[in-house]
């Protein structure tokens, strides 16, 4: 069963109020600067659209309005949220073909608080289309302006697995990039490739694009080898690696089958309470850059 299944609002208002919002540093008084988040990682299945929609909903559940730009062709951030394909009557290509503003685009997600601009198989072309297209590397930035994102505190995109034009446009649009970075043996050399992308980035597009964090995905305990990626990550990149570690979950990885982040299909897993937990973590950062 789907979030669109189900009969109203009010049984996913009360399951986001059941998280314990608690553990997240709570918000006061809102950043009135939106604060736009590339989720990065050109290798699959490290966790990137995990992350995007569980951090956005846990983001929301505190209070802050969210928005995501699904930026992947594959569309999972879109399906995670009950989005169904037949409900994607404008996307993520439309904006960046500049056929629809994000208004246009931009679907209210059954969770208060969190809108999305879904994505369709559409965008798996776009990378061919912009390339003769005037500020093919702004297209995203272009729309993402003050004005279509006043009522935003957070956008977060979700970028496909790869570092072609699409991911440039979302590292152009960006203020920070948010890493996910599975604890397995190759994950540093893919870091290694992906901070040198985002260098270039900022060299070339972006010059005030930094690193808003590291967050190491899918750790198992049961496993020397996750301790050791964790130690070496840590060891290589310092605070900018998260405290907060995401655990391997069987109920995270059942979420999407139900459309509904793992916030909202069990928010006591310990996966779900790492992610409210790297939400606190993130807003506290924020907090200190903002100071």
Known sequence: MTITDQNSDTAISEETSAIDSSRVVPLITPDPATRI??????????????TTINLATALAAVGCKVLIVDLDPQGN?????????????????????GSASVQQACFTSNI????????T??????????????????RLKDA???????DYQYVLIDCPPSLGLLTLNALT????????????????????QLLRTIERVSAAFNPTLDIQGIVLTMFDKRNNLSGQVANDVRGYLGDKVYETVIPR???????PSHGKPALLYDHQCAGSRAYIQLAGEMLKRERQRAA
Do not use: M
């Not at 198989?121 to 702004?138: N, T």
């Not at 649009?173 to 290694?192: D, I, M």
């Not at 979950?249 to 979420?255: F, H, K, L, M, T």
């Open 144 to 150: 993402l302006t003050s004005e279509t994102l006043r």
């Open 249 to 255: 979950n069987v109920r995270v990885s059942e979420a």
């Open 37 to 50: 988040l590339a989720v990065v990682n050109q290798k699959g299945g490290v966790g990137k659209t995990t």
């Open 77 to 97: 951030a879109s399906t995670g949220l009950g989005v169904n394909r037949a409900q994607r009557e404008l996307s993520s290509y439309d904006v960046l073909a």
């Open 173 to 192: 649009a960006a203020h920070s990039v948010l890493v996910p970075l599975q604890c397995e043996f190759f994950a540093l050399e893919g870091l290694s």
């Open 112 to 119: 208060p608080g969190l809108d999305i601009i879904p994505s």
């Open 121 to 138: 198989q559409d965008l798996s072309g776009a990378e061919l289309e912009l390339v003769d297209i005037d500020r093919r590397s702004y």
